[in-house]
């Protein structure tokens, strides 16, 4: 029991003393057959245990280049995408200063500011006020058309009603003749204009200008496009669908315009 209990508690020097003897083996008969084959075995099985290492090692290493790939993707498209708004930015200013050459009215240039915090409102807060001359009631619009008024003047900011307000309306002309009726908003891209008399002749296509007639918005400033009209056979007189010409979603610059 005691020789037992004695190898057990030796047993970690005598396996060290095996392969020690072992080891002895190979290297005196490092030429033999034996020894060759013992030594390709024991390569073998250290190829074996060292596989799994060399593999986790190549995929770390795989993992790294896919993530520096990967941030340099995200980095070319930000970069990509911040140059397509630049240039989207500058194709739209020039077509506005193109557009102020040809109206007959003098137009002041201004930017939307703080555009996130009142989105989902029907207000654009512009970066000019009275000391740039901003007058309440002025017109604002781009090249394209009609975008609202103004509502409210600070010293150096200005807060701006949208067309497609519910409570925005606006004395218009229509049609050949430039028959007269007043345009109310519908949604944020369509509008309605009423009161239209049924005698001139208005067609799909045709655009909606305002008249001038009223004390706010000076003549001649492109409002909508006619989509549809409908008319009310009794008393002759027409409800024009229109769609809104003024690009509402992609507010940046914009013009004012007093009628004074």
């Known amino acids: 029991m005691k020789f037992y209990k004695w190898i057990i508690d030796l047993k970690d020097h005598l396996i060290f003393l095996g392969l020690l003897f072992l080891s002895?083996?190979?290297?005196?008969?490092?030429?033999?057959?034996?020894?060759?084959?013992?030594?390709?075995?024991?390569?073998?099985?250290?190829?074996?245990?060292?596989?799994?290492?060399?593999?986790?090692?190549?995929?770390?290493?795989?993992?790294?280049?896919?993530?520096?790939?990967?941030?340099q993707l995200i980095t070319k498209n930000l970069e990509l995408s911040r140059f397509k708004k630049f240039k989207n930015e500058n194709i739209k200013l020039k077509k506005m200063l193109n557009y102020k050459s040809n109206f007959n009215k003098e137009l002041l240039l201004s930017s939307a500011i703080d555009v996130e915090q009142l989105k989902g409102s029907n207000l654009i807060q512009i970066n000019l006020g009275y000391k740039d001359s901003i007058k309440l009631n002025s017109s604002i619009l781009d090249h394209q058309g009609l975008l609202g008024k103004i509502v409210y003047v600070d010293k150096n900011k200005s807060l701006a009603q949208l067309i497609y307000d519910k409570n925005f309306h606006v004395s218009v002309a229509v049609g050949d003749g430039m028959a007269m009726g007043l345009f109310s908003p519908s949604n944020r891209f369509y509008g309605v204009v009423k009161g239209v008399i049924s005698s001139v002749e208005i067609n799909k296509g045709d655009l909606v200008y305002t008249s001038g007639i009223s004390d706010i918005f000076p003549a001649d400033i492109p409002v909508a496009e006619v989509d549809r009209v409908y008319t009310n056979e009794i008393t002759s007189i027409r409800n024009i669908s229109v769609k809104i010409l003024g690009d509402i979603n992609n507010i940046s610059y914009v013009f004012i315009s007093s009628k004074d």
Do not use: A, D, E, W
């Open 24 to 71: 002895l083996l190979v290297f005196l008969f490092r030429g033999s057959p034996s020894s060759i084959y013992i030594q390709s075995q024991i390569f073998s099985v250290s190829s074996y245990l060292g596989t799994p290492l060399n593999s986790y090692s190549k995929y770390l290493l795989s993992n790294s280049k896919n993530k520096q790939l990967s941030k």
